[in-house]
């Protein structure tokens, strides 16, 4: 798709400079956006916007400062998913302007424990031996439930009919083993009994198409009675959660950037991840919503911009 958008972008007569970064807005008088400098093949240079900036440099998700200042919660996540600039240029030539930055403390994490879809058979419990969610949901979902577990520690639970490795990960650790669901247990290091309630608990539920606790949908019910039994390792501290950082810019739908009072910065204009759009929080994220902010969004600060008085 970005193939296709830079070739276009060209093909209409694009102006591209390569070996190039934006260093810094520059700001006029009345407060509003007159252009930026640019560090064009190792040399500093002035160029004046004549309708407007439009930031759009990705996250900050291979910002550590920026990550432990604002998105503490994601420092336990390895592994941030990159595209761009992904070091908060963008967000903090904004905030130099006056921009509102919000909802910084929200991020998108994944730990993928399907396909197979056979997985999504089994049970997440914590070190307590408890269910927590509901695991037939968008694993987004599920990883951030996961995180929120004590010392961020979860097991997905299999028998052997189910049992498989994550495509994602298919050296995901097996963290114990058992013919028995007390073997299992006991290699997991939990309290006698514990998990075997649980799972009994489970099972009883899905031989009647029910899930009271979470309400999983019966289609991928089943009771887990087939041994040899087993634990594959989801924590943080095995399998390495995937993220990358939601919070930005405050916007108006036209990518114009508004300041903590709601007020527009002339000029300055804000998209994808350098703008907070559509998915304001990890919880409610899903596959693909990032498209939108970028394209949709994207496009109408292009066209807002274009249409400005110079």
């Not at 900050?60 to 592994?79: F, H």
């Not at 058979?121 to 070190?127: L, M, R, S």
């Not at 006991?186 to 009271?212: C, H, K, M, W, Y």
Request: aromatic share 10%; proline share 5%; with cysteine.
């Amino acid at each position: 798709m970005m193939d296709q958008l830079a070739r276009s972008a060209i093909d209409l007569g694009a102006d591209v400079h390569y070996s190039s970064r934006a260093v810094r807005l520059i700001a006029g008088d009345d407060g509003s956006v007159k252009g930026l400098v640019v560090r064009m093949d190792g040399r500093e240079c002035n160029v004046r916007a004549q309708r407007g900036v439009i930031l759009c440099a990705g996250g900050y998700a291979c910002n550590e400062s920026m990550i432990r200042q604002y998105t503490p919660g994601a420092l336990v996540c390895k592994t941030p998913i990159t595209a761009g600039n992904d070091y908060g240029a963008g967000i903090r030539m904004g905030i130099s302007m006056g921009a509102a930055a919000i909802h910084m403390e929200q991020f998108f994490c994944t730990m993928p424990f399907y396909p197979p879809e056979s997985l999504v058979k089994g049970i997440f419990v914590n070190e307590l031996a408890q269910r927590f969610v509901n695991e037939d949901a968008y694993h987004g979902r599920v990883t951030q439930q996961i995180l929120r577990q004590p010392n961020a520690r979860a097991w997905l639970l299999v028998d052997n009919e189910i049992f498989d490795r994550p495509i994602i990960n298919p050296d995901v650790v097996i963290s114990a083993t058992g013919d028995t669901w007390a073997e299992v247990e006991t290699e997991l290091g939990f309290i006698p009994g514990s998990l075997q309630q649980t799972v009994q608990a489970f099972n009883a539920s899905a031989r009647i198409s029910a899930d009271p606790l979470f309400h999983k949908s019966a289609k991928w019910l089943r009771a887990l009675t087939e041994p040899p039994f087993g634990a594959l390792s989801f924590c943080a501290s095995d399998y390495g959660a995937l993220f990358f950082t939601l919070g930005g810019l405050s916007t108006l739908p036209t990518g114009q950037v508004l300041t903590p009072d709601g007020d527009i910065i002339p000029g300055l204009y804000a998209a994808g991840r350098t703008a907070c759009g559509l998915p304001r929080w990890g919880d409610g994220y899903s596959s693909g919503v990032s498209l939108a902010d970028s394209t949709f969004f994207g496009r109408e600060a292009g066209r807002h911009a274009a249409a400005a008085l110079a």
